[in-house]
C-alpha cells in the first residue's frame, strides 16, 4: 500500500470515529475526551492524526493546524473530497 494509498484509509477513519462521535451526540450522549469511550475514541483519533500527519509536509505551523483542523472534521460524507485536496498540497511524493 502507498504512502497515499493509507494516508486515505486512515482519514477515513478518523471521519468514521468522527460519525460515532456525532451518533452518540444525536441520542442524547455527551462523549468526553478525558473519561471512559470518549478518551479511547478520542485517543484512536488523535493516534491516526499522528501517522497521517506524519505522511505530510506542511510548509508551517499555521498550515500544519489547518489540515489537522479539516482532516479531524472530515466525516463520511466529505472524507475523499478533503484528503484527497490535502494530499495533492502536501502529501509526501516518493523520492
Not at 489537522?68 to 475523499?80: E, T
Request: proline content about 3%.
Amino acid at each position: 500500500m502507498s504512502n497515499e494509498e493509507m494516508f486515505y484509509k486512515l482519514c477515513e477513519n478518523m471521519a468514521n470515529l468522527e460519525d460515532v462521535l456525532k451518533t452518540f451526540e444525536s441520542i442524547g450522549l455527551n462523549v468526553e475526551p478525558d473519561e471512559g469511550v470518549g478518551y479511547k475514541l478520542f485517543d484512536t483519533c488523535s493516534s491516526l492524526y499522528r501517522i497521517a500527519a506524519d505522511m505530510l509536509d506542511c510548509p508551517d505551523t499555521q498550515t500544519d493546524d489547518e489540515v489537522c483542523n479539516a482532516i479531524l472534521s472530515a466525516n463520511s460524507n466529505n472524507v475523499v473530497e478533503v484528503s484527497r485536496k490535502i494530499w495533492s498540497q502536501y502529501g509526501k511524493k516518493p523520492e
